[in-house]
């Protein structure tokens, strides 16, 4: 069993700063990519940022030049520090990974429980 567990979000005024962070635990024998999501109401989840095993890092195109993710393979863990954060930045962080929990099996996709981000104006 996976768990992903996120910490970090919170009220912050338009122009601040906030750290996400996400602890992957359990029985990962790899792990494929692992990033965030995030979805605002009456939004699609939407595409945050993302490290892929090949150390390949992208951004969704509204967080480009302000967010930035970081990874700790050794402790399973990733962090996204969102600078100069906008209204529309406010939505439901989830942290998700794509990982296998046996040799050679097939790999999953696994979700955490969200963690809110609000950002006023």
């Known amino acids: 069993q996976v768990q992903l567990v996120e910490s970090g979000g919170g009220l912050v005024q338009a122009g601040g700063s906030l750290r996400l962070s996400c602890a992957a635990s359990g029985r990962i024998v790899t792990i494929n990519s692992m990033g965030w999501y995030r979805q605002a109401p009456g939004n699609q989840r939407e595409l945050v940022a993302e490290?892929?095993?090949?150390?390949?890092?992208s951004y969704g195109d509204s967080v480009k030049g302000r967010f930035t993710l970081t990874t700790d393979n050794f402790k399973n863990t990733v962090s996204l520090q969102m600078n100069d954060l906008k209204p529309e930045d406010t939505a439901l962080y989830y942290c998700?990974?794509?990982?296998?929990?046996?040799?050679?099996?097939?790999?999953?996709?696994?979700w955490g429980r969200g963690t809110q981000v609000t950002v006023s104006s």
């Open positions: 998700y990974g794509i990982m296998k929990t046996t040799i050679g099996g097939p790999q999953f996709n696994y």
């Open positions: 490290s892929t095993s090949t150390g390949r890092i």
